[in-house]
């Protein structure tokens, strides 16, 4: 899945996502912060090990390792926000209060618009724009 889509993407926007990935994995893995943390800087640590690879084929091949890896680990149940496309309060509706009104002419209240602004009607002259 991930190498089929990424083939077509530079080496550094490849690397970019992978750690990106790798702690949003990690963040469904460690529920603890203390946890999510040190695997955080395990994590970096090994990004930045491979930092000052030189040779495109290496960098492929550590990229296209590290992907690898990233999608054994992937958790079963990740963990979504729950405002996003997926997680439990996505797209809810929930049902009004009871002490909202509803105002269909939005603007156009009587309470809403000014006295001064109240302007007798003009009938339109002819010959006039």
Request: hydrophobic share 35%; charged share 25%.
């Amino acid at each position: 899945l991930m190498s089929s889509l990424t083939s077509a993407l530079t080496q550094p926007t490849r690397v970019c996502r992978l750690y990106r990935q790798s702690l949003k994995t990690m963040l469904s893995w460690a529920v603890m912060r203390e946890i999510f943390y040190t695997e955080r800087s395990r994590i970096r640590k090994q990004f930045e090990r491979n930092a000052g690879l030189m040779d495109a084929e290496e960098v492929e091949r550590v990229i296209t390792e590290g992907e690898a890896e990233l999608e054994s680990m992937v958790h079963p149940d990740p963990y979504i926000t729950p405002h996003c496309y997926g997680g439990t309060k996505y797209a809810r509706n929930p049902p009004m209060p009871a002490n909202v009104r509803m105002v269909m002419d939005f603007g156009r209240e009587e309470y809403a618009i000014p006295k001064s602004a109240w302007r007798p009607k003009v009938p339109d002259l002819p010959g006039h724009l």
